[in-house]
């Protein structure tokens, strides 16, 4: 079974300075897709960034970009300019590449405040 | 707003009672899926149904159970209810796999078991 390991229950960082959130996973699959999900106080789950394993190139999305280490089955967030709006939890998930059943396993996350 | 409608919000019951949790997908998403959030156990999956079948399950009890409908709405429903199934209900959709279109969460249901 996969598992997900967020290590740092939370953090801090100062408004428009860069912070990393550390997530490592277990799989003995080949193929899989690695994401980061926000939770901010409205409760909603927003996807922010989504990774392909079969990719060695670090997907990016404006201020977010991950640093993936596949052989060290690790996948860290980077925050670039810290922004108020960041302030959210923030989970890793891990989803196995095979059509039809497709189950999330998640993290148990990160609290991010970035303070003014 | 992700377009997944959630109802109720909140639900405040009591134990051994029987409750169901309702969710309307996004217009054109095929696929829902269940999860549960509490404290403890962090985000679970519970169950995935695709275009009215199920499709996948997680770790969802025997109490709980759940369909999707021809109009693709989907309902959990949760009985003989205990105070550790005090949690987040989180339904999300998709357009179809995961692997091409991202899962879109509604605001979730709030449970308590008192």
């Known amino acids: 079974a996969q598992t997900v390991t967020q290590s740092q229950p939370e953090m801090s960082v100062q408004e428009a300075e860069t912070v990393t959130l550390s997530c490592t996973y277990d799989t003995s699959e080949s193929n899989y897709y690695l994401f980061w999900y926000k939770q901010p106080p409205s409760r909603q789950m927003i996807l922010v960034i989504r990774?392909?394993?079969?990719?060695?190139q670090n997907a990016t999305e404006n201020r977010f970009s991950v640093n993936f280490q596949k052989a060290a089955k690790s996948f860290s967030l980077k925050i670039s300019d810290s922004q108020l709006g960041d302030t959210a939890m923030y989970f890793c998930?891990?989803?196995?590449?095979?059509?039809?059943?497709?189950?999330?396993?998640f993290g148990k996350g990160t609290k991010l405040t970035v303070n003014p | 707003d992700s377009g997944v409608t959630q109802t109720p919000k909140h639900l405040i019951t009591a134990t051994g009672q029987r409750v169901t949790l309702r969710c309307s997908p996004r217009s054109g998403d095929l696929s829902v899926y269940w999860y549960q959030q509490s404290l403890d156990q962090g985000l679970q999956f519970l169950i995935q149904y695709y275009n009215g079948e199920e499709r996948a399950k997680g770790n969802i009890l025997e109490r709980f159970s759940a369909q999707q409908f021809p109009d693709l709405h989907s309902e959990l429903n949760l009985s003989s209810l205990e105070l550790g199934d005090s949690a987040l209900y989180f339904c999300a959709s998709s357009v179809g796999t995961l692997l091409d279109s991202p899962l879109h969460f509604g605001n979730g249901t709030r449970l308590t078991v008192t």
């Open positions: 998930a891990f989803m196995k590449a095979q059509g039809g059943s497709e189950k999330l396993v």
């Open positions: 990774q392909e394993a079969y990719k060695q």
